[in-house]
């Protein structure tokens, strides 16, 4: 008993189907996640590190997701998705006990690379999993329900972790990590390999990551491209709101409940922007959330107090969350499917460096002018529209 509902083909026919063995280990996931990464500045900080080498940890598990996104791809097409996903979870458990018992900062960053490199594993391979059993019609609320419940699990984890560490110590985050990682490898051993799984594909040879990029290279050096300047884009706003709140004046209280509305209205919409995509296709989808933030970023400059900051932040909120699941949905249609994981894995790999690129542009040019630096954002999303709407399938194949 599989626990799934599948049609002739073996495709799962609902989303309610997969709920307890995709859905649910992705919430507790970002539970852990949202758990785990505030107080690792504080774990840094504890073990004699500077402000700068704290946050220099804390970037660690950026870099350690983009260093793992293309193997993640070619491990998932070795051993198939469900497998990769208990080794992220391996991973991660590995991972989070040398953090807790980190003796030295660089110790600290080496766990916190590891969880990095978990998070690459995990989120490849459950992306190519709900591309192969999902059929066409529900590819993308299926994968935009992914992002939500990642979404949910990292806004809950935060929570968890103060009240747990208000009484039993940092560790206690840790712990919570642990547990829930605990709990979703145990979840996951009811996951059965998809109908369309690896287990009759040839395995992946060394070159075929050069072979897949070189063979779809026109996808990857254009619409990827797309994906990742909306990356870019989206990963941008918590730092340009919090930027201009503080050139306002404005407190931390009200920095905080502004980006905890624009928060908590792009969790509100991720369903309904897979209802959108599967029902008016993906290019509706993309160039209303482009154009949508394009115009939230080109106003920013020009509010000037509290409740216009709140407005442009939610309207940044709700494009942005309308979003939800593009980047995995048109990668998962364009992917090729003798050797998915391995393509996705590199798309994956771009996203990731938009999503580094981002606070980088607002950073780099605000050191300059702060207005210019927000703006810019609202140009690349823009060149991000022009690039979807030129180079965007207007139909796939239904796979």
């Known amino acids: 008993m599989t626990g799934q509902s599948?049609?002739?083909?073996?495709?799962?026919?609902?989303?309610?189907?997969?709920?307890?063995?995709?859905?649910?280990?992705?919430?507790l996931f970002?539970?852990?996640q949202g758990a785990v990464v505030p107080v690792l500045v504080v774990s840094a900080r504890e073990l004699g590190a500077s402000l700068a080498v704290a946050g220099f940890v804390v970037a660690l598990m950026g870099i350690g997701k983009i260093v793992a996104d293309v193997p993640a791809g070619i491990l998932a097409d070795r051993v198939g998705e469900r497998r990769a996903m208990l080794v992220a979870i391996v991973i991660a458990l590995a991972s989070l006990v040398v953090c807790a018992f980190a003796p030295a900062v660089w110790v600290l960053g080496a766990g916190v690379t590891g969880l990095g490199l978990a998070q690459a594993v995990w989120g490849l391979a459950r992306q190519a999993y709900l591309t192969d059993v999902m059929p066409y019609h529900l590819r993308a609320r299926a994968l935009s329900t992914l992002g939500g419940t990642q979404r949910i699990g990292l806004f809950v984890g935060p929570f968890l972790s103060a009240g747990a560490v208000s009484v039993w110590g940092i560790g206690a985050a840790y712990g919570i990590h642990v547990v829930v990682v605990v709990i979703a490898g145990a979840v996951m051993l009811a996951l059965p390999e998809p109908p369309t799984g690896r287990a009759s594909r040839t395995p992946?040879?060394?070159?075929?990551?050069?072979?897949t990029v070189r063979r779809h290279l026109p996808v990857l050096r254009t619409l990827?491209?797309?994906?990742?300047?909306?990356?870019?884009?989206?990963?941008?706003?918590?730092?340009?709101?919090p930027l201009w709140a503080e050139h306002l004046g404005l407190?931390?209280?009200?920095?905080?409940?502004?980006?905890?509305?624009?928060?908590?209205?792009?969790?509100l919409v991720f369903y309904p922007a897979g209802f959108l995509m599967d029902r008016y296709g993906r290019l509706f989808t993309v160039l209303m959330s482009t154009i949508g933030l394009a115009a939230a970023y080109l106003l920013l400059p020009f509010t000037n107090g509290f409740v216009a900051l709140m407005c442009v932040g939610a309207v940044m909120g709700l494009f942005n969350g309308m979003g939800s699941g593009i980047n995995m949905t048109i990668s998962a249609d364009v992917s090729p499917p003798d050797n998915r994981p391995t393509f996705l894995g590199v798309w994956r790999l771009l996203s990731d460096i938009g999503n580094g690129l981002g606070p980088l542009l607002v950073g780099g040019i605000a050191a300059v002018a702060l207005a210019p630096a927000v703006a810019s954002l609202g140009v690349v999303s823009g060149l991000s529209a022009v690039i979807m709407a030129v180079w965007l399938p207007r139909y796939s194949a239904r796979r």
Do not use: N
Request: net charge negative.
């Open 204 to 211: 992946e040879t060394p070159s075929g990551t050069l072979d």
């Open 30 to 32: 970002g539970i852990g």
């Open 6 to 27: 599948t049609d002739m083909t073996g495709q799962v026919t609902s989303l309610r189907s997969v709920g307890s063995t995709v859905y649910l280990p992705s919430l």
């Open 224 to 241: 990827a491209m797309g994906a990742l300047l909306l990356s870019a884009v989206r990963a941008g706003r918590p730092v340009a709101i």
């Open 251 to 267: 407190d931390a209280a009200q920095t905080s409940l502004i980006f905890g509305v624009s928060g908590g209205i792009e969790a």
